[in-house]
């Protein structure tokens, strides 16, 4: 049933990726250069100008289908083995923009200037830390609900 706690929460890990598709998820500023980095690309801004923009688009399309995965999972309630094999699929997927996410931030985006300062994460990564910590715990519900019918199925 589309009402149970496991679909509203895979419904807050979409929400959590729509908001990393739409917010600057690091940033870094020494004097009159900064960098940032969303979902989409990396800019170098130094006085004024843009000296580097560079696409990021896998972390997109990383975000993009951990939100599609978790929507579609939603409804896919009448078999519950489906689900979680899908939050587990998930789980992967969020765990891969993680890890790309903090790649691109350490090995290319923070060796750009200032290399002693690490720059600051902003909401949208702590954002993609919550979507996997909620697809964990919706995959624990599901495996929960499964349990229960199978338990029940037993006592017949």
Same mark, same amino acid.
């Given at each position: 049933m589309l009402q149970r706690p496991q679909s509203f929460l895979l419904l807050l890990v979409a929400v959590c990726m729509v908001f990393f598709l739409g917010t600057e998820t690091w940033h870094k500023t020494v004097g009159t250069e900064s960098i940032?980095?969303?979902?989409?690309?990396?800019?170098?801004?130094?006085?004024?100008?843009?000296?580097?923009?560079?696409p990021v688009y896998y /972390? *997109?399309?990383?975000? +993009?289908?951990?939100?599609?995965?978790?929507?579609?999972?939603i409804f896919q309630y009448k078999n519950r083995v489906r689900q979680m094999l899908l939050v587990s699929l998930n789980s992967l997927v969020g765990a891969g923009l993680l890890g790309a996410t903090v790649y691109q931030i350490q090995m290319d985006s923070n060796k750009i200037f200032a290399p002693e300062n690490q720059g600051e994460f902003s909401f949208s990564f702590w954002a993609a830390f919550v979507? /996997? *910590?909620?697809?964990? +715990?919706?995959?624990?519900?599901?495996r929960r609900d499964e349990n229960i019918v199978k338990d029940a199925d037993r006592m017949r």
């Open positions: 940032s980095l969303n979902a989409y690309n990396l800019s170098y801004v130094k006085a004024g100008s843009i000296v580097k923009n560079t /972390l *997109a399309v990383l975000a +993009v289908l951990s939100a599609g995965l978790s929507i579609f999972t979507a /996997l *910590a909620l697809n964990w +715990v919706a995959n624990r519900l599901i």
